[in-house]
């Protein structure tokens, strides 16, 4: 099948390389000078940024330099297996440009850089979204992206990466564990990660915290170039996803297509700030050949136009 001739090359690229470097998404980049070959070499956002040849040739932009937090790199086989969009072969990968295409197109003229992915209720893909998408994200010029899994009932993105889950964002809310701690770099170019960290049933009272407000401030305001993707509860599900969205500045839904009823889907959009409703997204949907795709449907349920 596809995926398992992908999982074999994604191994035999692993063991050949030592790191991620996987169909051109994860490999030599700007950071390769200052980045050991070790699993426990470190990277940050946080160093002053360096040019590049890639920067000089999209108008002198300057990538990050990473030198402080922890470089973890992913587990290929295992992501894919999670059907994350590694490689440009993927079936879903042509729905996710076209959900980042729609997105930059609305959010950069506002200024926007951070949007929470939710879903109605659990089980419908939100976080796997969030994956791809911030994956996509990672391919586009001029700006870096950061992952940051605030589902915190149940984290799922270090899960989908293949990534240790032993560090996140309660870590920085409960214990004051500071975020250059917290921050990974799985070894693809332009994409940093927070996530894991043991689960709360304190959820909602650490996210409405003045150290959560601290924490959302310092993601949007330390670089003007970085786009933030928030993994976020689902909306039915409890108030935590309610507490997030006075932080964020857009909304995407994901839906389970045929699974999700009308009346919940309505019910939870009331709890979204309509003026930061993007849209939904349409998942787990059969087509020929392929056992999912995602459409992206803006505000006027067209496909965003």
């Known amino acids: 099948m596809k995926y398992q001739k992908a999982i074999e090359k994604a191994r035999q690229e692993q063991a050949l390389a030592g790191q991620a470097a996987i169909d051109g998404i994860a490999g030599p980049g700007e950071e390769e000078a200052v980045a050991p070959d070790s699993a426990a070499a470190s990277v940050s956002l946080d160093a002053p940024p360096v040019a590049s040849a890639a920067g000089a040739a999209q108008g002198g932009w300057r990538a990050p330099v990473y030198s402080a937090s922890r470089r973890q790199d992913l587990n290929a086989a295992a992501a894919m297996e999670h059907r994350v969009c590694l490689g440009p072969d993927a079936a879903e990968t042509e729905h996710y440009k076209v959900l980042r295409t729609h997105l930059m197109q609305r959010m950069k003229p506002m200024g926007w ?19 791809n998408l911030a994956l996509e994200f990672a391919k586009s010029y001029n700006h ?40 990974v770099w799985p070894g693809i170019d332009k994409l940093t990660v927070v996530s894991g960290g043991r689960t709360t049933g304190e959820s909602v009272e650490l996210l409405g915290s003045p150290r959560m407000r601290e924490l959302m401030t310092e993601l ?13 509860p689902p909306l039915l599900g409890g108030a935590d996803a309610m507490t997030l969205t006075p932080y964020v500045d857009a909304v995407v839904v994901v839906v389970a297509s045929g699974g999700t009823p009308v009346k919940e889907i309505r019910s939870a959009l009331e709890l979204v700030p309509q003026e930061k409703f993007m849209g939904f997204v349409l998942n787990k949907h059969a087509s020929a050949g392929d056992g999912y795709y995602y459409r992206y449907y803006g505000r006027n349920g067209n496909g965003g136009k």
């Open 113 to 131: 850089k951070m949007v929470m992915v939710t879903s109605v209720r659990p089980g419908e893909g939100k976080s796997l979204t969030s994956v």
């Open 144 to 183: 870096t992206v950061l992952l940051v899994d605030c589902d915190l009932r149940q984290q799922s993105v270090y899960r989908y990466l293949g990534l240790p889950g032993e560090r996140g964002v309660v870590d920085f809310l409960a214990d004051g564990r500071e975020l250059k701690d917290l921050i």
């Open 220 to 232: 949007k305001e330390r670089y003007d170039d970085r786009f933030i993707i928030i993994d976020a």
